[in-house]
T-cell receptor
Framework: LAKTTQPISMDSYEGQEVNITCSHNNIATNDYITWYQQFPSQGPRFIIQ???TKVTNEVASLFIPADRKSSTLSLPRVSLSDTAVYYC????????????FGTGTSLTVIP | GAGVSQSPSNKVTEKGKDVELRCDPISGHTALYWYRQSLGQGLEFLIYFQGNSAPDKSGLPSDRFSAERTGGSVSTLTIQRTQQEDSAVYLCASSLEMGPQPQHFGDGTRLSIL
């Protein structure tokens, strides 16, 4: 059973890099890790997905250490519009295609 | 193309009534997922479909909950004899296929049980 935990909240100034970590100690082989952004009254929006090492796309990077027991979402140069709740999601075929969201991190970007 | 569409966006009903929530996935997506989001429980996985098949229903909170998917497209989540603890936002997502594919979410149905 993959229990995923995250810091409840974080504050950052505009223009800074933000790193949000998710702990998933019981991650199963072949589980993959996905990060989402959620604004009030909207569904989660996909940011990035990975299995191991580092993945980068146009909006974020995802760092996954060799033991895969945690993952870190990195947002470069945040802006006010990045104020949202960020969730990690862990799951895949080895856990019966069940998926476990993290507890969510509320990021507030300060001018 | 269009994203995942859920209806109704809001539903208020009396305790004991049955409710049906609908999800229209992105066209061509074979995998479909239901989640529930509530203040006390966070985001909770309920069930997934691969095509029309739901191999594992153990995530459904009780036997009052059921889900089906027909024609590999639209899915409905039905809650019978609603209770106040069923109040939550019910989210649907779809992905191109099962496996390491991004899940694309709708904006949910906010269900309030009076």
């Amino acid at each position: 059973l993959a229990k995923t935990t995250q810091p409840i909240s974080m504050d950052s100034y505009e223009g800074q890099e933000v790193n949000i970590t998710c702990s998933h100690n019981n991650i199963a082989t072949n589980d993959y890790i996905t990060w989402y952004q959620q604004f009030p009254s909207q569904g989660p929006r996909f940011i990035i997905q990975g299995y191991k090492t580092k993945v980068t796309n146009e909006v974020a990077s995802l760092f996954i250490p060799a033991d895969r027991k945690s993952s870190t979402l990195s947002l470069p140069r945040v802006s006010l519009s990045d104020t949202a709740v960020y969730y990690c999601l862990v799951g895949g075929p080895n856990t019966g295609n069940q998926f476990y969201f993290g507890t969510g991190t509320s990021l507030t970007v300060i001018p | 193309g269009a994203g995942v569409s859920q209806s109704p966006s809001n539903k208020v009903t009396e305790k004991g009534k049955d409710v049906e929530l609908r999800c229209d996935p992105i066209s061509g997506h074979t995998a479909l997922y239901w989640y529930r989001q509530s203040l006390g429980q966070g985001l909770e996985f309920l069930i997934y479909f691969q095509g029309n098949s739901a191999p594992d229903k153990s995530g459904l909170p009780s036997d009052r909950f059921s889900a089906e998917r027909t024609g590999g497209s639209v899915s409905t989540l039905t809650i019978q004899r609603t209770q106040q603890e069923d109040s939550a936002v019910y989210l649907c997502a779809s992905s191109l296929e099962m496996g390491p594919q991004p899940q694309h979410f709708g904006d949910g149905t906010r269900l309030s049980i009076l």
